[in-house]
């Protein structure tokens, strides 16, 4: 999974079957599949397979051979590998970026965090700062930031995240449109600053702790990188000490509007600032390019051979810290190895299917994910199966394979017909589905299906739940393993969670793949209403 938000934003079971199936209707899985899968793709060997390195491209490898062991063949446009031309970019070590706030100056990693810039080599950007409480330009949700304020020209100050109470998914979209909605109001720059909230779902020691890692992002047909804010030109994100030098001369203290904004639907009215900000950085701009890889299972109804359903996984992860003293290799193994591994499963075992799912399942293994949704939102983009379109996502990421779950949490489910679906597929498989237990996580937006969202086609991801001593684990998971070099094969895996896990997304993609009709969002969806404003939408079913 992502790290967020908080620079991304600134750029960046087998609880067995109700009914016994007879054998050979039902897909098999072993234990023993997924441990193998893991043990390899989290192997030091690959040394944390970020992306644009060897690691990476050996992981590509592997996956591209057990899609051929399954006897699935590349979709027809492209082949095996999909080629995801990219720019990297790096802050530069002699010079290293500057925030100078009033007269006060702040350095990158101490209270102030800076990525490098894909857009622009070198920059001076000097301008009026205006505060404008979480920056959200929603007004039918209840936010209205930017109501009064003049923010063209200027670098606006944000609070991170999104009001305490608002819905999990909703909040977590719109949070992550705080640039789009900057840079419609002609802004030019962003300083987020941490919360309350921010703070506990990552803290800025642990902000500190993830060495300075490249800025990526694909590269468009004129070799320029793809920006959704292009004209928000600069962002960092301070620690609440840092950014009171903001608030010099203000009519609030920052103390006072955090303190409103952790209140329950808590949202700070924005003011002009009175100190000027003045931004220096240097970045470092190199192309390269990495591949998702593909695998196409056809469907068994030729009138629907136009309908994908996809099922994904990210394969890449951080790669390797240099300033760590001991082990720097940051393997990965439940982010996202374990993905994988349930992806990899999951179609070779629907490739054995006596009888096919009606329509087509694309298996993709995305890159670029932890750098910013990279290889999804690429494929998103760039069909990669000829005369058909995806109706539908399934995202595996994180799974937190360490415990005997007995719920999951499914990220998009109230958004679309979807809902139901994976409803009748958790069902069956005697597993629990639960409300967010951690809104602040914004979880619904880091993750590749997301991607999909945003070219309006409904998906859903999965989360294992904290019923059955799975709090404690998934918490000490987050605040331990995640990100680390300890999220590695010694974790305590239980791979019978791993077969629970795979045959539960195997049931609600081929669930999704047999329904007589595509999926499609509810009427009161904001994804939607947003997305696909012209595309077909149901009422929502009578519970
Ligand atoms: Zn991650």
């Given amino acids: 999974m992502r790290v967020v938000a908080f620079l991304a934003a600134l750029f960046s079971f087998i609880a067995p079957m109700a009914q016994a199936a007879s054998p050979g209707e039902e897909p098999a899985y072993s234990p023993a599949a997924f441990k193998a899968h893991v043990e390899f793709l989290a192997d030091d060997l690959l040394e944390g397979r970020a992306i644009g390195t060897r690691g990476y491209e050996l992981a590509a490898r592997y996956v591209a051979t057990r899609f051929d062991a399954a006897g699935l063949n590349p979709p027809a446009v492209g082949g095996r590998y999909q080629r995801v031309p990219l720019i990297g970019s790096r802050l530069s070590t002699t010079q290293p970026p500057k925030l100078v706030v009033g007269g006060r100056e702040f350095v990158h990693r101490s209270d102030v965090l800076m990525n490098a810039s894909v857009l622009e080599a070198s920059q001076a950007v000097e301008a009026d700062v205006v505060f404008a409480g979480y920056c959200i330009d929603k007004p039918d949700q209840g936010s209205d930031d930017y109501a009064g304020l003049d923010v063209k020209g200027k670098i606006v100050v944000c609070l991170h995240g999104f009001p305490k109470g608002m819905p999990s998914e909703i909040g977590a979209h719109l949070a ?152 720097k290799i940051r393997n990965g193994a439940i982010d996202n190895a374990a993905g994988v591994a349930v992806l990899l499963e999951v179609a070779r075992a629907m490739a054995a299917l006596p009888v096919k799912p009606k329509r087509p399942i694309l298996f993709a293994a995305v890159t670029g994910e932890e750098s910013g949704l990279l290889g999804s939102q690429y494929l998103a983009r760039n069909p990669a199966v000829a005369n058909a379109t995806v109706v539908a996502v399934v995202a595996l990421d994180m799974p937190i394979l360490l415990y005997d779950f007995t719920d999951v949490i499914v990220f998009g489910a109230e958004q679309s017909t979807l809902g139901p679906i994976v409803a009748r597929a958790t069902q069956r498989a005697g597993i629990q589905s639960s409300p967010d237990p951690m809104p602040e996580q914004g979880v619904f937006t880091r993750s590749d299906h997301y991607s999909f969202v945003k070219e309006g086609v409904p998906g859903v991801f999965l989360v294992t739940g904290f019923a059955n001593g799975g709090e404690k684990i998934f918490r000490d998971y987050f605040a331990t393993h995640y990100h680390r070099p300890s999220d590695q094969i010694d974790l305590p895996f239980n791979w019978d969670a791993a077969v629970k896990f795979a045959r539960l997304n195997d049931l609600i993609a081929r669930e999704i793949a047999n329904q007589p009709a595509r999926p499609v969002w509810y009427r009161d969806s904001l994804f939607g209403t947003t997305y696909a404003p012209q595309a077909p939408k149901a009422a929502r079913e009578a519970r």
């Fill in 176 to 327: 992550s449109r705080k640039t789009i909605m900057l840079q419609e109001r002609g802004a030019i720059g962003l300083l987020s600053i941490e919360t309350f909230q921010s703070a506990k779902a990552f803290p800025w020691s642990r902000a500190l702790e993830e060495p300075d890692r490249p800025t990526s992002a694909w590269a468009q047909a004129d070799g320029t990188a793809f920006r959704e804010a292009p004209k928000v030109r600069v962002g960092a994100w301070m620690n609440a000490p840092a950014a009171e030098a903001l608030f010099a001369g203000a009519p609030r203290t920052l103390a006072d509007i955090l303190a409103e904004a952790d209140r329950d639907g808590g949202k700070p009215k924005g003011f002009a600032l009175r100190p000027r900000v003045k931004f220096t950085r240097e970045s470092q701009l190199t192309p390269f390019d990495s591949v998702n890889v593909l695998a196409l299972l056809p469907g068994s109804d030729p009138a629907l051979a136009g309908e994908v359903v996809l099922l994904m996984a990210h394969l890449d992860h951080i790669g390797m810290d240099p300033n760590r003293a001991g082990d």
